[in-house]
């Protein structure tokens, strides 16, 4: 089945990029996502890409999708205390939109 | 807006017992899912539908069942609670391209 992979944990200063990486194997991927999670809440969607895009750009957050090499990022400028999280990245693709396939998610720590 | 509404948000159950965790949307989607949280293992989907009356398994089906008689609504059931399935739930909805709406989840202990 389709796998998405993840590093579990980042930490950044307050104010630096972040860049959190995540792999996925499923070649007929259509939507790739990053989603948020902040401590007992669900996930929140930040942003998403269709599969024949190589970059999104959304305020402080900016998406690289490197289709060849099925590498997704998300980069976060100017990082703060509030973006301290679990950010899952996700694809859905060839098991259809509903289908959606969860990294194991990447904890960002910002250290003030 | 309400959203997607989960109850309850905690349970604690014993072994064999069965309940049902509530899922409602009030954003008119079509597909819905329930997905489980574990330490390190990111979100697993048990159960989705694409529309009323419809469901299909997802990657960790066993011991779980889903209806949808409604757009609405669509609930889990726990047919005879087991340790191994302790876990935070999620209910999402979405309406295309996979943009999934969360619930707040609910954190299940079966003791």
């Known amino acids: 089945g389709e796998d998405v992979e993840q590093s579990l944990f980042l930490s950044v200063r307050e104010g630096d990029s972040s860049v959190i990486n995540c792999t996925y194997t499923?070649?007929?991927?259509?939507?790739l996502y990053w989603y948020k999670q902040e401590p007992g809440a669900g996930l929140q969607l930040l942003t998403y890409i269709f599969s024949n895009m190589d970059m999104k750009q959304d305020q402080r957050l900016t998406v690289l999708l490197n289709k060849k090499d099925k590498h997704l990022s998300l980069r976060i400028a100017d990082t703060q205390t509030g973006d301290s999280a679990i950010y899952f990245c996700a694809e859905s693709g060839s098991g259809g939109y509903q289908k959606v396939t969860f990294g194991t998610g990447t904890k960002l720590q910002v250290i003030p | 807006n309400a959203g997607v509404t989960q109850t309850p948000k905690f349970q604690v159950l014993k072994t064999g017992q069965s309940m049902t965790l509530q899922c409602a949307q009030d954003?008119?989607?079509?597909?819905m899912s329930w997905y489980r949280q574990d330490p390190g293992m990111g979100l697993r989907l048990i159960h989705y539908?694409?529309?009323?009356?419809?469901?299909d398994q997802g990657e960790v089906p066993n011991g779980y069942n889903v209806s949808r008689s409604t757009t609405e609504d669509f609930p889990l059931r726990l047919l005879s609670a087991a340790p191994s399935q302790t876990s935070v739930y999620f209910c999402?909805?979405?309406?295309?391209?996979?943009?999934?709406?969360f619930g707040q989840g609910t954190r299940l202990t079966v003791v």
């Open positions: 499923d070649s007929s991927s259509t939507y």
């Open positions: 999402a909805s979405s309406y295309s391209k996979g943009q999934a709406f």
């Open positions: 539908s694409v529309g009323a009356g419809i469901t």
């Open positions: 954003m008119n989607h079509e597909y």
